[in-house]
């Protein structure tokens, strides 16, 4: 695609000023703007690769919302795609997650995760409010969200994530992960060789979504075959033309204050993803065509 300014776009040397693509090389007859296409304008283009632009690997995914009979909270188990053997890389799934005991505590944790985007310390935060009544806390943050009686006290809370779409301007910070959840793609889709991702968990995180005004919990899975990874690692194999995809329990932390004041957490059972409806992204890396 070439991006075009003021709807204006020239030819200058065989190049797009925009881009400094080179429409041709100096071989005749080539032009690599129309390589990534099926259909080319010349037959010497070589071999044509899905998802494969401008001499890199792209990826290719779609999306789609489980949604049926919506007024019902259902408990999504597993995911079947009707596809060829082109495995998928990465799962995304997000729930609003209304039904869950801990829900009630989530405009805190998003107030705690406002105010840690502007200091990057998210325990910090944490404990500004954990033994704390809400009283107290809105005599010191007038923003404070109250949810219940001010003499509560805040015992422990959900340890969440905000996992930011935009993030222009913030600055690097090495120490601190700001994007919540955990980072299965790094670059590439398969990290199985590392240690963090060995049982390949569900680390929820927050996304915020400014079209429905809401915030959802999304969950990240490799898509890890069976076969190939075995029955603990694994979560789909391909059975009867389709791929038969275990949808990973979500892993829940709660953070209390500790007796020397630090930042403890506690990992909750884990819980099946419930909610009335789910969005479910489904990423391959794209070098394998994919049939679905």
């Avoid at 597993?78 to 869950?100: D, M, T």
């Avoid at 680390?203 to 400014?210: R, T």
Wanted: net charge positive.
């Amino acid at each position: 695609m070439v991006h075009i300014k003021d709807g204006i776009s020239n030819n200058i040397n065989d190049k797009w000023p925009e881009t400094g693509f080179n429409l041709r090389n100096s071989t005749p007859n080539r032009m690599l703007l129309w390589k990534h296409g099926q259909a080319g304008l010349y037959d010497n283009q070589g071999k044509i690769k899905p998802t494969y632009w401008y001499g890199k690997q792209h990826e290719f995914n779609f999306e789609f919302v489980v949604n049926e009979n919506p007024v019902k909270q259902k408990i999504f188990n597993n995911l079947k795609i009707l596809a060829n053997k082109a495995a998928p890389a990465k799962f995304e799934y997000e729930v609003v997650g209304e039904g869950y005991e801990w829900f009630e505590f989530k405009p805190i944790v998003e107030w705690v995760n406002k105010k840690a985007k502007e200091s990057f310390d998210l325990d910090y935060w944490y404990l500004q409010v954990l033994d704390k009544n809400s009283a107290t806390i809105s005599a010191l943050y007038p923003d404070f969200p109250s949810l219940f009686d001010e003499s509560r006290v805040v015992k422990k809370l959900p340890y969440l994530k905000m996992k930011h779409t935009d993030k222009k301007g913030a600055p690097e910070r090495p120490h601190y992960k700001w994007d919540g959840g955990t980072d299965y793609w790094g670059g590439s889709p398969y990290n199985k060789d590392n240690q963090q991702y060995k049982y390949n968990c569900s680390e929820p995180c927050f996304v915020e979504d400014d079209q429905l005004n809401e915030t959802r919990i999304r969950t990240e899975q490799l898509g890890n075959d069976m076969k190939k990874c075995g029955r603990i690692r694994g979560n789909m194999q391909y059975l009867e033309d389709l791929w038969d995809v275990e949808i990973r329990p979500i892993q829940i932390e709660w953070c209390y204050k500790q007796d020397n004041g630090s930042l403890g957490k506690k990992k909750l059972p884990e819980t099946r993803h419930r909610d009335k409806y789910i969005k479910v992204k489904v990423r391959y890396s794209g070098e394998d065509l994919a049939l679905i």
